[in-house]
């Protein structure tokens, strides 16, 4: 469900994760793709980066116009202070924040910031509760939402991002009937059709019980978003800026690597 609707991601939310228009941004993973045109509309400087050639591939198909980088998050291939803002859309969770966290904060400019989200499913409403209750007729984890945003944790507990903000947007999702009923039927592929089939039936009439014809029935979701705002003075030795900027020589507590999250 998420993947498809990741291209109405609120605009209100992408431009509080970046903040001001036409910053240097690295876009941090595939993820990010259906984000990379609204980013390149902003008018933002956009570097491509993910582990695999068809990642980065699928970033630029976006955003052609982006740099393409292929390279993992705890050994990025970029001069200190590259970037204004990193950002990483729905996969913190696959990091090792202990290795990646401080590669992060060392391509951050002064004052830059790591801009996390994650699209999270809104089980509250009334009929998406139903939906639950149906699903799990036929396997109690459907539709469990474990979606990843819980690693965000290492966020805070680095001593590289002290200080984090994080602000909650709202994101409907038009679906229609068939929709519904294609989503439910890709969730179960192996179901047998004695079983499959009635449930399906529930589906649609569910569908037809809660929509109001002929607007389409809204999947809600909650778009989660954290600034984590970075602080160089945990490196221990100088960050060699590029030619236009200014060396900082930093220094480091000898015991906060043996306090780093692993």
């Not at 970046?18 to 876009?27: E, I, P």
């Not at 036929?138 to 966020?155: E, F, I, Q, T």
């Not at 200014?246 to 780093?260: G, K, T, V, Y």
């Amino acid at each position: 469900m998420t993947a498809r609707i990741q291209s109405t991601f609120p605009a209100n939310a992408l431009d509080w994760l970046v903040g001001a228009k036409g910053g240097h941004v690295l876009a941090l993973g595939r993820t990010c793709a259906p984000l990379m045109a609204t980013l390149d509309e902003r008018g933002d400087i956009l570097t491509a980066a993910d582990p695999d050639p068809s990642g980065v591939r699928r970033l630029l198909a976006h955003a052609p116009r982006a740099l393409p980088t292929v390279s993992e998050a705890s050994a990025l291939p970029f001069v200190p202070c590259a970037f204004d803002v990193v950002l990483i859309n729905q996969s913190f969770h696959t990091l090792n924040a202990g290795a990646a966290l401080p590669e992060l904060a060392r391509v951050l400019r002064p004052g830059g910031h790591l801009a996390i989200a994650y699209t999270i499913r809104d089980d509250s409403v009334p009929w998406v509760r139903r939906l639950v209750k149906l699903m799990r007729t036929v396997d109690p984890d459907a539709m469990a939402g474990d979606y990843g945003s819980a690693a965000v944790d290492h966020l805070a507990e680095s001593p590289y991002f002290p200080e984090v903000e994080r602000k909650d947007f709202r994101l409907w999702a038009p679906t229609t009937r068939d929709g519904l009923i294609d989503m439910v039927r890709r969730r179960f592929p192996r179901l047998e059709a004695e079983r499959l089939n009635p449930l399906l039936t529930e589906v649609e009439a569910l569908y037809e019980s809660s929509a109001r014809a002929p607007e389409p029935l809204l999947l809600p979701y909650r778009v989660a978003c954290w600034r984590g705002y970075v602080d160089h003075t945990e490196f221990t030795s100088a960050l060699n800026l590029p030619d236009d900027g200014l060396s900082i020589s930093l220094s480091r507590h000898p015991l906060s690597d043996a306090s780093r999250p692993g």
